[in-house]
């Protein structure tokens, strides 16, 4: 059972437009999401956070809402470069006996033509 | 440089026999993780361990085994009993409250 979905495998945009990428979560626990960006045959790096007790965060081009009644999470960026197209995963900080632990959405594949 | 190293970048397995990944870090964090990345599939855990001498199953533990004797150390070995190997390995460390730090990975392929 999937705690964090992202719906979208694959966005394409217009580079200058802005990209728009969801992440849904279902355990009403998660007090800290964060998203990642992956290039091919890379690591996962760090992009930008958001506790629970807060709704935006902002970071240069990179913006992240958080909807907390319905477990929603949306990271903006605006706007949008061709170097920006990579794998963006959510995360979502886990609770019980796992916790501290990420757990992954499946990725979202951004594409941004020039 | 702190960092989290993750070595080979590329590894080749015969059917049959064990491998082991390496994941060195130097930035004094208590948890490692390792994740397997499947095209289509995301991260999934596989075993993270939260402190030195101790470490517990993910999601997909089976066919692995793992060892903490070192705080800096935590590697992987991908046994025989592990029917699909083939994969992209990412090793992970973190502080309690802090993001995640990535290593650079490890492709396995079974030949």
């Known amino acids: 059972d999937q705690q964090v979905k992202q719906n979208s495998p694959s966005l394409s945009v217009q580079e200058g437009r802005i990209s728009i990428l969801n992440c849904d979560y279902t355990?009403?626990?998660?007090?800290?999401f964060l998203w990642y960006k992956k290039y091919p045959a890379e690591g996962p790096t760090f992009l930008i956070s958001i506790s629970s007790i807060k709704d935006k965060n902002e970071d240069g081009r990179f913006t992240v809402f958080l909807n907390k009644s319905a477990k929603h999470l949306s990271l903006h960026i605006v706007p949008s470069q061709p170097g920006d197209s990579a794998v963006y995963f959510c995360?979502?900080?886990?609770?019980?006996?796992?916790?501290?632990?990420?757990?992954f959405g499946k990725g979202t594949k951004l594409s941004v033509k020039p | 440089d702190g960092g989290i190293t993750q070595s080979p970048k590329y590894l080749f397995r015969k059917e049959g026999q064990n491998v082991t990944l390496s994941c060195e870090q130097n930035?004094?964090?208590?948890?490692m993780y390792w994740y397997r990345q499947d095209p289509g599939q995301g991260l999934r855990l596989i075993y993270y361990?939260?402190?030195?001498?101790?470490?517990q199953k993910g999601d997909i533990a089976e066919g692995y085994s793992v060892s903490r004797e070192k705080k800096e150390s935590f590697p992987l070995t991908v046994t025989s009993a592990q029917k699909n190997p083939t994969a992209f390995y990412l090793c992970?460390?973190?502080?309690?409250?802090?993001?995640?730090?990535f290593g650079q990975g490890t492709r396995l392929t079974v030949v």
């Open positions: 992970a460390s973190k502080q309690q409250n802090t993001e995640a730090f």
């Open positions: 930035l004094n964090h208590d948890a």
């Open positions: 995360a979502a900080r886990g609770h019980g006996g796992s916790q501290g632990n990420l757990i």
């Open positions: 355990n009403s626990m998660f007090d800290y």
């Open positions: 361990s939260q402190i030195v001498n101790d470490f």
